[in-house]
């Protein structure tokens, strides 16, 4: 099975430097992933076999481990799939990064990958030239997952969406971390400075159909979800946590949220 061992540390996620017992581990690692097959799976699974559970378990047949197998299933892409991929941000594209206020931003490290998203007032993400885009790290959780992947694994990816349009665009690229002073204040909103800057250099920059988001109806309003039929944060962390105030935390949110948006 080809899972992409190039280059890069053991158990990493392209499989980097995982050749033989380790590319085994690297396998078991991404399919483990899915909870439901957590107690379903064993170290004895080859690649190319069905996974062996008991009686009355479910399982996954015929798994797909090649990408033979999946050139012969889907074939290769072509025409427009394959034309619109650039190795540069076009001016095009520049059009949809700078109209857009939400972007998705994927990365790699050696626990695994981590998908964050991040958002502002249209053109926050900052086009500096064809190869580079650069975007504030306004506060969050203060986890910095995502950060702490970059500086140790710099492959990043973007994807870039617009409300009521329906094609995103997507970068794929390096991404580093800047702390120059001049640079974060540039980027200063409500008076608030970032603590830092990533800053991307595109690799492969193409924009992706609409069909997931037509199907999907993202943008029909008649579909939003009212937020109260969910369970709140409070609630989540009071069933996690023995003891945490979740009615508090709930009722102190809202400004909270305001005090901390910037």
Known sequence: MNIGCTAGPEGAPDGSGCPGDARKRTWLKRLRAGAWLQNRLRDTIVPGTNIASSPGEETVPDLVTS???????????????????IDHISEHYRRF?????????????PEGLDCTPRGDPPGFVRVV?????????????????????????PRIALLFLIPGVG???????????????DLCASFAMEGKVPRSVIVVSAE??????PKALVRSRLWDA???????????????MKSLQKGFDGETYDRDYPQRLKETIY
């Open 67 to 85: 990408e033979a197998q999946l050139d012969a299933i889907y074939g290769q892409p072509a025409g427009p799939a394959v034309i619109k991929e």
């Open 97 to 109: 990064i700078e109209t857009s206020p939400f972007v998705i931003l994927a990365t790699s490290g």
């Open 129 to 153: 030239d064809s190869r580079t885009v650069m975007l504030p790290d306004r506060r969050g959780n203060n986890r910095i997952d995502s950060l702490r992947n970059i500086v140790r694994d």
């Open 167 to 181: 094609r995103t665009l997507r970068i794929n690229g390096r991404a580093a971390i800047s702390i120059d002073r």
């Open 204 to 209: 492969s920059v193409y924009t992706q159909c």
């Open 222 to 236: 008649r579909l939003h979800v009212d937020e109260s039929s969910l369970p709140s944060s409070g609630t989540i």
